[in-house]
């Protein structure tokens, strides 16, 4: 059975930081990879998709990494901001199934 | 092109009512799933389905729950009975493709009193 863990489950950093969120799972025969953002109150957002044959994915300040032989993935957030505050999620997609399992989410704060 | 969409927003029954939940998949989007997400836990996978199918409803507790997604309209997540426990937000997806990127919608947040 899939199990995805997410560490930390909560960070705090000043404005301005470099931050790194990560993601472990324990079956690495997963078809792709998605990091989520999650509002208090709100539904998700995809934030970036890495399939199973890719190593990394970008957007703007987000890098997302995958490395599937050893079940990890890091979010990777350049010069973080208050408006990155939100949880975030990952959660993978396996070859077998038909549904994402996701992780508990990290719970970021970037203070002003 | 509008995202998913769900409603109602917010749903408040008392225990032994009946709960009906209903997503509306992007354009162009024929697979559909629910999830839920239990305070202060993670969102966890309900059932899947194509247009007309149940294709994977491993998650869905057997008893009370049932889901639909009919030929026309939307997907309904119905919930008989609704007890305390029940309480939850619940998300639907919808991608084009099986395996495909999800795109999630803003969620039905269910009170039972």
């Known amino acids: 059975k899939q199990e995805v863990t997410q560490i930390p489950a909560a960070l705090s950093v000043p404005e301005g930081e470099n931050l790194v969120l990560n993601c472990s799972f324990t079956d690495s025969a997963i078809y792709n990879l998605q990091w989520f953002r999650q509002d208090p109150g709100k539904g998700l957002t995809s934030l970036l998709l890495?399939?199973?044959?890719?190593r990394e994915q970008t957007s703007g300040r987000l890098n997302a990494s995958l490395d599937k032989s050893s079940g990890r993935s890091t979010l990777y957030i350049a010069a973080s901001q208050p408006g990155d505050s939100a949880t975030y999620l990952c959660a993978v997609y396996e070859t077998s199934g038909s549904r994402l399992t996701f992780g508990e989410g990290t719970q970021l704060t970037v203070n002003p | 092109n509008a995202g998913v969409m769900q409603n109602p927003r917010h749903l408040v029954r008392r225990r032994g009512q009946e709960a009906r939940l209903r997503c509306s998949p992007m354009k162009g989007h024929s697979h559909v799933y629910w999830y839920r997400q239990l305070p202060e836990e993670g969102l966890k996978f309900m059932v899947y389905l194509q247009k007309e199918n149940i294709i994977d409803e491993s998650g869905m507790p057997k008893e009370r729950f049932s889901a639909e997604f009919p030929k026309e309209g939307p997907s309904i997540l119905r919930i008989q009975q609704v007890v305390r426990g029940d309480s939850a937000a619940y998300f639907c997806?919808?991608?084009?493709?099986?395996?495909?990127?999800?795109?999630f919608g803003p969620g039905t947040r269910l009170t039972v009193t």
């Open positions: 890495i399939q199973s044959s890719q």
């Open positions: 997806a919808s991608s084009p493709q099986m395996r495909y990127e999800q795109y």
